[in-house]
């Protein structure tokens, strides 16, 4: 049965004004740097209610849980970025153009979306890999999604002769992945001397020294 509360918030989240969804969007800004600092499950609701200046009740008029919060913070940045990677790999260039567009947008979306990426990296590379549910299983279809057009890129640029290797395609792409990703370990948008568009252009230059013909 739907507690009152969770009517009026399911009201508000339907019908409410400017002010109402202003505060929600602090709330999930606020729950992702919680999240990225103490971990998803170091995070309690009544720390997000604390440090937005709310008691309990007042926030579960914003969020039903912390699950909820969770999904907010991640969920339409890993689709979005799977979709990105997909018009990448079906648009013009040749394969080290791709790649060029890809990397700096990967690192780019970092930046826009931060912390919310970086949340999701961290929670996936400890428990959220044995999250069975059915967001959970959601996130894991982009992920693929997103590996697919990486690797998909590499590989046509290896037929047509613009990319070299001696290994798999899967292996170089997954490689740009994984050291994209690592900037989660340092990278803060609102404190580095770099901008994202730089270190995503760097890092692109750098790979394709090794890898264009």
């Known amino acids: 049965m739907t507690s009152g509360i969770g009517r009026r918030r399911a009201a508000a989240r339907d019908e409410g004004g400017a002010a109402y969804q202003e505060r929600r969007t602090e709330i999930v800004h606020a ?6 600092k103490n971990g998803y499950r170091g995070t309690k609701l009544m720390d997000i209610a604390e440090a937005m200046g709310l008691d309990r009740a007042s926030l579960y008029y914003y969020v039903g849980s912390k699950e909820e ?29 791709k790649l060029r567009t890809l990397v700096r947008s990967l690192m780019v979306s970092y930046a826009e979306t931060y912390p919310f990426l970086y949340v999701y990296i961290q929670e996936n590379l400890g428990t959220g890999a044995r999250d069975t549910s059915d967001w959970a299983r959601e996130m894991r279809h982009h992920n693929k999604r997103y590996e697919n057009a990486v690797v998909a890129i590499v590989q046509a640029g290896i037929d047509e002769g613009t990319l070299r290797t001696e ?18 370990r340092w990278f803060d948008p609102t404190t580095s001397t770099v901008p994202a568009e730089e270190i995503g252009a760097a890092y692109a230059e750098t790979l394709l020294r090794g890898l264009q013909v």
């Open 31 to 36: 729950a992702a740097e919680m999240f990225k």
């Open 69 to 97: 919060l969770f999904h907010e913070v991640v969920g339409t940045a890993v689709e979005t970025n799977a979709d990105t990677a997909e018009q990448i790999l079906a648009g013009p260039g040749a394969a080290p153009d």
């Open 167 to 184: 290994t798999q395609a899967w292996v170089i792409g997954f490689g740009i992945i994984g050291m994209v990703a690592w900037s989660n």
